[in-house]
Nanobody, 118 residues
Framework: QTKVVESGGGLVQPGGSLTLSCTAS????????WAWYRQAPGSERELVAS???????KYLDSVKGRFRISRVNLKNSTYLQMNSLQSEDTAVYYC????????????WGKGTQVTVSS
């Protein structure tokens, strides 16, 4: 069974930085798209950033210029570098792996908490 594991969350002050990591138990060459979602209390889960097999990226408007997503195929991993963090970024961040979503081959991690507070 495919496993997706996030790490790197924690408590950071406003204006600080964090880098989240996500590793999948399958070959990155089989992954069409990696993505990071987040969910704050009382809110719906939202797409933060994604990167496809061609390196094309998408970002939530509110994080453009502050967050950067990358993928390292040799490590079967993706990273989300987050700078200039704000209290509104506080949420549980989930890694999502799309191998073939139409065939039900997509996977979620369990999430990692990011708290931005002074």
């Amino acid at each position: 069974q495919t496993k997706v594991v996030e790490s790197g969350g924690g408590l950071v002050q406003p204006g600080g930085s964090l880098t989240l990591s996500c590793t999948a138990s399958i070959s990155a060459s089989a992954i069409y798209e990696w993505a990071w979602y987040r969910q704050a209390p009382g809110s719906e889960r939202e797409l933060v950033a994604s990167i496809d097999s061609g390196g094309r990226t998408k970002y939530l408007d509110s994080v453009k210029g502050r967050f950067r997503i990358s993928r390292v195929n040799l490590k079967n991993s993706t990273y989300l570098q987050m700078n200039s963090l704000q209290s509104e970024d506080t949420a549980v961040y989930y890694c999502y792996v799309d191998v073939a979503r139409a065939l039900g081959m997509d996977y979620w991690g369990k999430g990692t908490q990011v708290t931005v507070s002074s």
